[in-house]
C-alpha cells in the first residue's frame, strides 16, 4: 500500500468521491455535484491510501486557520463495510493504521485540532471516529423548509455585492465558533428590500444536487421508492435529482415574516421547492425563528434531525453563547 499526498484534488480522486454513498442507519444520498463543490475546496491537503494503483482511502482536509477540517473521509466498499467493528483482518487494520498516521503526522507539523460533522443515526461513523480519537463537541440540527408554489415577491432579489452586507454578518456572527468568510463572502447573496431599497433581511444559499437513496426514519426507504407518485409531494422530493437551497447566513433580529418571505422568494428565485438548513440550536436567527415559523410539508415528514461536531485535540469547550458557525458548503 501507498500513501500519496497532495495539495491538488486529482480527476482519479473525484472519480472515487463520485462513487461514494454517505449516510447508513438513517438518511442514504449521493453527491451529485461533488466535480463542482471540490473546485471550491479550500486550502485542500489530500491524502488518498492505494492499493495496486487504485484508490482505496482517502481523506481530505481543508487547512484553517483555527482547525483542521475534515471535508472527506472515504473508504472504498471493500474496507466500508467492516468498518463499524473492530478490524478483523489485517488488511483492514493495515488501512486504518495508515489513516490513523497521517492525523498524528498532521499534529507534529501544526498543533491545530480538527473537527467534522456525523449525522447522529449514523453508527459506523460515530464509531469510525471514536478510533480516530475525536469526541462530541457539540450538535447542530437540521431544518426543511419547502413550499410547493413558493412565493415570488418583486421585494426579493440577488445582489452580487459583499459589502452590502458584510459589516452586519460580521457583527451578528464574527462571535460565533468556527466562524471565517472564505465561502459566505462568495455571491449570489439574496437580500428582502424596503420601499426605498434598503436591506430589511438577507441571506446566502447554496443550490444543492443530491441523489437521495433513502430519507431519514423507518419508512425512509419506502417513502424513497413512493414520493415521485405523490401529488403535491413529488414536486418537493425528487430522489433521483433532488435539488435544494443551503443557507449558511441568515439575518438575525429580524421580524419571522420577514425570513419566511426571503425564504419563500430564494426558493422561487432557485426554481427550487425545499431547502435544508443546517444551524446551531443556539443561532439567534434560528431562536427567534423556530417556534413561529411556518416550515411547511417536508419538516412535518423528515421532522429535526441531529448532527455531531465531533474534534480531535479541541482547545476550547463549546458554550451557548458562542453558538458553532455552520458554513453550508461543510456539509453539501
Request: charged share 25%; with cysteine; proline share 4%.
Amino acid at each position: 500500500m501507498e500513501l500519496e499526498e497532495s495539495t491538488k484534488i486529482s480527476e482519479e480522486l473525484i472519480c472515487f468521491l463520485e462513487g461514494t454513498s454517505l449516510g447508513t442507519n438513517g438518511a442514504k444520498y449521493t453527491h451529485l455535484d461533488v466535480r463542482d463543490r471540490i473546485g471550491q475546496t479550500d486550502n485542500p491537503k489530500s491524502y488518498s491510501l492505494k492499493r495496486n494503483t487504485q484508490i482505496i482511502a482517502n481523506v481530505t482536509f481543508c487547512i484553517r486557520d483555527f482547525a483542521y477540517y475534515v471535508r472527506y473521509f472515504a473508504f472504498h466498499p471493500i474496507y466500508q463495510s467492516t468498518s463499524r467493528m473492530k478490524p478483523r483482518n489485517r488488511s483492514n487494520s493495515i488501512v486504518q493504521e495508515k489513516m490513523m498516521q497521517v492525523f498524528d503526522d498532521l499534529n507534529k507539523v501544526n498543533n491545530l485540532p480538527f473537527y467534522a460533522y456525523i449525522d447522529d443515526d449514523n453508527s459506523r461513523s460515530k464509531e469510525m471516529s471514536m478510533r480516530f480519537g475525536f469526541e462530541k463537541h457539540t450538535q447542530i440540527i437540521t431544518r426543511s423548509y419547502s413550499r410547493i408554489y413558493p412565493g415570488k415577491s418583486k421585494r426579493v432579489s440577488f445582489s452580487e455585492d459583499w459589502s452590502e452586507i458584510s459589516k452586519m454578518v460580521r457583527q451578528q456572527y464574527g462571535h460565533y465558533d468556527a466562524y471565517f468568510e472564505t465561502h459566505i463572502q462568495h455571491p449570489p447573496f439574496v437580500v428582502l428590500r424596503d420601499g426605498d431599497g434598503n436591506i430589511e433581511a438577507f441571506a446566502r444559499f447554496t443550490l444543492v444536487k443530491w441523489r437521495l437513496h433513502r430519507l431519514p426514519g423507518f419508512f425512509g426507504a419506502a417513502l424513497v421508492m413512493i414520493l415521485p407518485f405523490i401529488p403535491f409531494l413529488r414536486s418537493l422530493i425528487k430522489p433521483k435529482k433532488h435539488l435544494f437551497l443551503a443557507p449558511d447566513i441568515v439575518s438575525q433580529g429580524v421580524d419571522s415574516n420577514k425570513i419566511e418571505a426571503l425564504f419563500s422568494g430564494a426558493l422561487a428565485l432557485y426554481n427550487v421547492h425545499s431547502m435544508i438548513w443546517f444551524v446551531d440550536p443556539n443561532d439567534h436567527a434560528y431562536k427567534r425563528l423556530s417556534k413561529k415559523f411556518r416550515w411547511g410539508l417536508l419538516d412535518k415528514i423528515i421532522g429535526v434531525k441531529k448532527v455531531n461536531v465531533v474534534s480531535r485535540n479541541a482547545v476550547k469547550k463549546y458554550q451557548a453563547k458562542h453558538p458553532f458557525f455552520v458554513s453550508a458548503y461543510d456539509l453539501i
